[in-house]
């Protein structure tokens, strides 16, 4: 049977967006994105840092203002953000909390600047019942050409 994939994404200045398109192409996934309200965070991104610092010093992750869709009927959750201070971005962290009860597959896709330090690890440890795949993470400049990249991450993921 097919194997069925959710790609969900959140992008704060669309650079996840397009790996999350090259990666419907090559799963041929459903795809959601996950949104807040607007004004959540500033155009900067060193004030939009500090007001995500404040949220996970405060615990108080910004709401979702998407539908989260039924993750059950999915066998596996590419779910995608950008590093933020080598950590799952706070709106990612809001998904990963709504899915307590999923017990597929979750990989994390990501995009960075060239440092995502301890990503993988911090998107692991958000993740309680699933079990977590070995990611994929970007640059915005390897995201050019990275169709056989993503194409041969796919197939590990699914052939395991
Ligand atoms: C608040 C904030 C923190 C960031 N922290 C990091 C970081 O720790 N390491 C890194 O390589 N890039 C960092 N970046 C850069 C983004 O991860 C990178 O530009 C990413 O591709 C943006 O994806 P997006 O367009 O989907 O939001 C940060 C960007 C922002 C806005």
């Known amino acids: 049977m097919a194997?069925?994939?959710?790609?969900i994404a959140y992008s704060w200045?669309?650079?996840?967006?397009?790996l999350?398109?090259?990666?419907?192409?090559?799963?041929g996934g459903d795809r959601v994105d996950l949104t807040v309200a607007a004004g959540t965070f500033p155009n900067d991104?060193?004030?939009?840092?500090?007001?995500?610092?404040?949220?996970?010093?405060?615990?108080?992750?910004p709401a979702l203002t998407n539908a989260v869709p039924d993750v059950s009927a999915y066998d596996v959750l590419l779910v995608g953000g950008p590093v933020w201070s080598a950590?799952?971005?706070?709106?990612?962290r809001s998904f990963l909390q709504s899915l307590s009860n999923f017990s597929?597959?979750?990989?994390?896709?990501?995009?960075?600047?060239?440092?995502?330090?301890?990503?993988e690890n911090d998107f692991a440890s958000l993740v309680t019942s699933a079990t977590v795949a070995s990611?994929?993470?970007?640059t915005s400049s390897e995201l050019q050409g990275a169709n056989q990249q993503l194409a041969s991450w796919w197939q590990r993921l699914t052939t395991k």
């Open 3 to 7: 194997t069925k994939v959710l790609i």
């Open 13 to 18: 200045s669309g650079t996840t967006a397009k």
């Open 20 to 27: 999350a398109t090259a990666l419907q192409r090559v799963t």
């Open 45 to 61: 991104m060193y004030a939009t840092s500090d007001v995500a610092n404040q949220q996970l010093a405060t615990h108080q992750l």
């Open 87 to 92: 950590k799952v971005s706070t709106p990612v």
């Open 104 to 119: 597929g597959i979750v990989a994390p896709f990501y995009t960075d600047a060239g440092t995502p330090g301890g990503y």
């Open 135 to 138: 990611g994929i993470g970007l």
